[in-house]
């Protein structure tokens, strides 16, 4: 699944860097990747790896829901 939403997010690249405010593969928001325990592992999301990308998603998933990722959540099928 997590594979599925960075494909939508990101065009399924982890590194993702494109200048919006949002990092990595899922497109995680600096605030939020450090609420969830990103710093951790980097300082941004596109500096770390996808495990670790998806490991902190976990969390964020835990704390906020699909909704952290209303539109590619949408697409994907894991919200209605």
């Known amino acids: 699944m997590w594979d599925d ?11 993702a860097n494109t200048g919006n405010g949002y990092f990595g593969g899922l497109q995680i928001w600096p605030p939020t990747w450090e609420e969830a325990g990103g710093l951790r592992f980097a300082g941004r999301p596109d ?5 670790q990308q998806t490991a902190v998603a976990e969390e964020i998933l835990r704390m906020q829901g699909w909704e952290a990722w209303p539109a590619c959540a949408r697409d994907i099928g894991m919200i209605g």
């Open 5 to 15: 939403l960075a494909e939508c997010e990101s065009g399924g690249d982890w590194r």
């Open 47 to 51: 500096r770390a790896s996808r495990r």
